[in-house]
């Protein structure tokens, strides 16, 4: 019933704005919040996983064409591609991902999800909006409604997508893959955001150039012989020699990566054995490598087999039983802001926010896939900024006790629905009249 009364709140007519005037675009989104929180209780109270947004997608299918989109759905997964045709111009795409995340959520509100779903290894697990994709979604759609009603104020084609599985770094790859630069206007400019968890609401937060990280995700199997844990010399210990490895891979950023060339290799897991006194003959490690730079991140990888390969050699292991370094297709580039455009981005969000809520950031080694979109033979220039969504009392109370707040991720992470969205949909929408000017 829920989801029905939200259709019918939707599909009401679009606000009127009379030829030749141009109206205020706080006076829009003021009129569209509303129904645009109750819009992202209900995503947030319905999340999917990755690879099965199939009913999120569906929904804002359904509101890009109520404010007047060409919509075509399944573009990649359940990807979806909006298109707003208003005369001769530039082309802007704005992105928004829609996936959760298996969390259960545990911030109490009264639209806290309670949704189950299985994952791909069929395991019931919970599921949440612990990455504010629902906060994406909400100012996505208000930034469409809202262009729809001003297009007397600029000229182009507005390009609007919303992309799978991000969280699993596959669905910008998808929905290149599925033809996204050949069969829809190739964008000039591609812009997106992200909720922060310690901005302010009110506020943005912008990086300029490199903004987020390669990150590859690699599996070590280090294969051994097992045998009885008082016998040792008749085995070949694979749990010596992955402690080796561990500790080994500690000096390529500290000695092999020049200095301030930001590097990451994180040992997340170690897993083998089952017995105290058995030696087992098998010992996995799971990593995550982090950098900016495409030669940085070959350094990386190069340098985790060579390690692997030469202590296991050097322990004596047969060809046989060398370890297998394998590098994840779940991978993501390093995310980099051009900076011209990035420049013209700030200027115009500071004229509609006020300088003061513009906040510049420090990148992060964090990973987004939006960064495919810039990667391709057209080289899009990217603009990729950060959503303040936090009460200013809360940020400030926690920096003056040096406390952080929940991350995302965290099943405590909790977006203050408004004024979030509104920021949001300013931000995406002053950036868009910018870059889609009247000549």
Same mark, same amino acid.
């Given at each position: 019933m829920r989801f029905r009364s939200l259709l019918a709140l939707t599909l009401l007519p679009l606000i009127a704005v009379p030829k030749g005037r141009s109206a205020d675009p706080e006076a829009l989104v003021a009129a569209e919040l509303p129904s645009l929180v109750t819009f992202y209780e209900d995503l947030h109270a319905h *999340?999917?996983? $990755? @690879?099965?947004?199939? @009913?999120?997608?569906?929904?804002? !299918?359904?509101?890009?064409? $109520?404010?007047?989109?060409e919509v075509t759905e399944k573009v990649g997964g359940f990807g979806l591609v909006g298109v707003l045709r208003n005369g001769d111009g530039p082309?802007? @795409?704005?992105?928004? #991902?829609?996936? !959760?995340? *298996?969390v259960k959520e545990l911030t109490g509100l009264s639209y806290a999800s309670q949704v189950k779903a299985k994952d791909d290894q069929g395991r019931e697990v +919970?599921?949440?909006?612990?990455c504010g994709h629902d906060m994406h979604m909400a100012c996505f759609i208000g930034t469409a409604r809202v262009l729809a009603k001003l297009k007397e104020s600029w000229r182009g084609t507005l390009v609007m997508i919303g992309q799978p599985a991000e969280e699993r770094v596959l669905g910008a790859r998808m929905m290149l893959k599925a033809g996204l630069f050949e069969r829809f206007p190739k964008p000039d400019h591609a812009i997106g @955001?992200?909720?922060? $968890? #310690?901005?302010p609401h009110g506020t943005v937060g912008m990086i300029q150039g490199f903004a987020l990280a390669n990150v590859d995700t690699v599996d070590i199997v280090v294969k051994g012989v097992g045998s009885h844990? $008082?016998? +040792?010399?008749? /085995?070949?210990d694979p749990v010596v020699l992955a402690s080796q490895i561990v500790l080994a891979l500690q000096s390529i950023v500290s000695r092999e990566v020049k200095p301030g060339d930001p590097a990451v290799v994180t040992v997340g897991s170690i897993h083998g054995g089952t017995k105290h006194n058995i030696i087992p003959d098998e010992v996995r490690l799971q990593l995550t490598l982090r950098s900016y730079k495409a030669e940085t991140r070959q350094h990386l990888i190069d340098s985790v087999e060579r390690i692997t390969r030469n202590l296991a050699e050097a322990s004596g292991m047969p060809e046989e039983k060398m370890p297998e370094?394998?590098?994840?297709d779940e991978r993501a580039p390093s995310l980099y802001n051009e900076p011209a455009l990035t420049q013209r981005v700030r200027r115009a969000v500071e004229n509609r926010l006020g300088?003061?809520?513009?906040?510049?950031? #420090? +990148?992060?080694? /964090? !990973?987004? #896939?939006?960064?495919?979109y810039g990667l391709t033979k057209e080289k899009i220039p990217l603009c990729f900024f950060w959503l303040g969504t936090q009460r200013l009392q809360v940020v400030t109370e926690a920096a003056e006790k040096g406390e952080t707040l929940p991350s995302l991720h965290s099943p405590f992470f909790r977006p203050v629905p408004e004024p979030t969205i509104k920021t949001g949909i300013l931000a995406l929408t002053s950036a868009a009249l910018e870059l889609l000017q009247r000549p």
């Open positions: *999340p999917e996983l $990755s @690879l099965r947004e199939e @009913l999120t997608a569906a929904k804002l !299918a359904t509101e890009l064409k $109520s404010a007047g989109f082309v802007l @795409l704005l992105r928004t #991902d829609m996936d !959760a995340l *298996p +919970p599921v949440m909006h612990a @955001l992200h909720c922060s $968890s #310690d901005l844990g $008082s016998m +040792p010399h008749l /085995g070949k370094v394998i590098v994840s300088a003061n809520n513009v906040i510049t950031r #420090d +990148p992060t080694m /964090g !990973a987004e #896939d939006f960064a495919e």
